[in-house]
């Protein structure tokens, strides 16, 4: 053992506020001796600022440690243990508030082998010199700080020493970066922010049988701005057990969250493993924010996350733009088409209407299991489920057809009613085989709709796609779509519309120029009767079944 060594060991015995975790290589010995206010005795700093640091630097920091996190995988595994560190603020320079945020910030992470040396001895709002550690790149994703170029790796041989007497002024105790909501943008696993807000309409805690638990809630800003939020595994628990019970105003900080953009072009929050609920009112950018909402009435009205939606510009044009734009895969998630249509026909083979849970307002099917309905999502009887529209109808225009599902929202638009009172307003004996009136009445009208281009399903010749909203305020042309004669009719309320009135056109990629309507002439009950089976399957392919090698042998036996 060299006698630098053993000097370091000697000093660190004498002075115990020094704590030498494991040595491993000769460091400047200056390192173990004591050190008064931190200053050689020339009145020189003996540790740099964090703007200072370069690349594998072995050099001396003395920082506040901010705030602390575990980090895992998306699997649970425990990964390593992070810090948000801070120095002092160079004094007398015009780029104080530059090197706060893009220099005199660092995060420091202790991977797992070595984390245990480090959790009971690094607590928040205290100062530290650090020597031994690594200067490495910052993470090419999921980066705590964006701007930063480094990020300091503790390492077994680490030194670190608490300044018992050092004071905090001058440190950066909470050092967020709230980013405003327009200037947020898809981060892409790339980078995580901070964001401050007021809590605002609070889902139902999902818990799936498989899968993570989760809530959603929204985030107002001063304005009244509003983005939903996604908190993933225990961190939804820990928010109901912090939240106040009361409708009071509740303003948190969510650190090292990601940005997405989901399917209606609009972004959301999602948190992650690093992900911190901060609502001591004492931080500063929080009470600044609750300072700048005085006044402001926020309603918390307990709706639909997705009742709001906002949806990005949309592209124009026909049924047959709409079906080259998805077939040649050109779409993005968040695109949307606005074109108009005439309703032809209303499938009948999986009903108007579907049940789903009344306890976690999931928009899921609800099965039949234990002699009631039950649900997937949460794991639960049923005792009375929601009844909610879902339509499939048969669209047309001049250039093309195709099969649209119009659910709840976009239904009850059109119907201008909801799916339990018709329901309850349908004879209980031909309730499975009468359309609604409600529904009867559109068909063969004019509709201009917007149609989320992701929703494209294609299956054989079956296309379709899902209604997300109805302009009822656009004008429509009463005469009707090119390709059709003058003359042709369409079922009217004047007698009830069943299954054997209404034609069962499938949604195929050519265009039908006429609509297949059955006449009086024809043997309507043997035609039907084949045809009645096929529609009521499960299947959303209509073409008949081909006959079996022994009805073909009858057939011959016949003829």
């Avoid at 009719?489 to 309507?517: C, M, Q, Y």
Wanted: overall charge negative; aromatic content about 8%; glycine content about 6%.
């Amino acid at each position: 053992m060299s006698s630098l060594y053993s000097s370091m060991i000697t000093e660190s015995k004498n002075n115990p506020s020094w704590i030498i975790i494991h040595y491993t290589k000769t460091t400047d010995i200056a390192m173990a001796l004591p050190i008064e206010n931190n200053m050689a005795q020339g009145g020189q700093r003996t540790y740099v600022y964090l703007h200072e640091l370069q690349l594998g630097e072995d050099a001396v920091v003395k920082v506040m440690i901010c705030r602390t996190w575990d980090t895992h995988s998306a699997y649970g595994k425990y990964l390593s243990t992070d810090f948000i560190a801070s120095d002092e603020k160079v004094q007398n320079s015009p780029y104080i508030w530059f090197l706060n945020f893009c220099g005199g910030v660092i995060q420091l992470t202790a991977k797992s082998t070595v984390a245990h040396c480090f959790i009971p001895r690094l607590k928040e709002g205290s100062v530290y010199l650090l020597k031994n550690f690594e200067v490495v790149p910052n993470r090419d994703s999921y980066r705590i700080l964006r701007d930063n170029k480094f990020l300091i790796q503790l390492q077994g041989s680490t030194f670190l020493r608490r300044q018992q007497s050092a004071g905090t002024a001058g440190y950066i105790r909470h050092p967020f970066a709230c980013i405003p909501f327009e200037s947020l943008e898809a981060t892409d696993g790339k980078y995580l922010i901070d964001v401050v807000g007021c809590v605002l309409n609070v889902g139902t805690p999902q818990n799936p049988k498989k899968g993570t638990p989760t809530l959603e809630f929204e985030l107002a800003n001063e304005r009244d701005q509003r983005i939903r939020v996604t908190l993933w595994g225990n961190l939804g628990s820990y928010f109901l057990g912090r939240k106040p019970a009361t409708n009071t105003c509740y303003c948190i900080i969510l650190s090292s969250v990601s940005v997405k953009q989901n399917y209606y072009g609009t972004k959301a929050l999602s948190s992650t493993s690093s992900t911190m609920i901060m609502d001591d009112t004492q931080i500063p950018d929080l009470s600044d924010f609750i300072n700048k909402i005085s006044g402001v009435e926020f309603s918390d009205t307990q709706e639909d996350l997705y009742s709001g939606r906002h949806f990005p510009p949309p592209k124009e044009g026909t049924l047959a733009d709409l079906l080259a734009l998805v077939r040649k895969g050109k779409n993005s998630a968040g695109d949307v088409f606005k074109c108009k249509i005439e309703l032809v026909n209303i499938r009948m083979n999986k009903g108007w209407h579907y049940t789903t849970c009344s306890i976690c307002k999931a928009k899921k099917g609800i099965t039949r299991k234990f002699c009631g309905y039950y649900c997937e999502s949460c794991a639960k009887i049923v005792p009375e489920p929601i009844t909610r529209f879902r339509v499939q109808c048969d669209v047309r225009d001049a250039t093309a057809e195709t099969m649209v599902v119009f659910f709840d929202e976009t239904a009850e638009q059109l119907t201008q009613t909801t799916a339990p009172v018709l329901l309850a307003e349908q004879d209980e004996e031909t309730c499975t085989t009468v359309l609604p009136n409600a529904l009867a009445n559109l068909l063969g009208t004019t509709q201009v709709v917007l149609i989320k281009t992701s929703s494209y399903y294609e299956h054989g010749t079956f296309e379709s796609f899902n209604c997300i909203k109805v302009y009822l305020d656009d004008p429509v042309p009463e005469t009707p779509p090119s390709g059709c004669d003058e003359d042709v009719t369409v079922p009217t309320v004047a007698e009830p519309v069943t299954h054997t009135n209404i034609s069962p056109s499938s949604a195929s990629k050519g265009l039908k120029r006429e609509i297949d309507v059955p006449t009086p002439a024809k043997d309507l009950e043997r035609l039907n009767r084949r045809r009645f089976i096929v529609t009521t399957s499960d299947s959303d392919d209509d073409q008949p079944p081909a006959a079996t090698n022994v009805e073909e042998k009858e057939m011959k036996k016949n003829a």
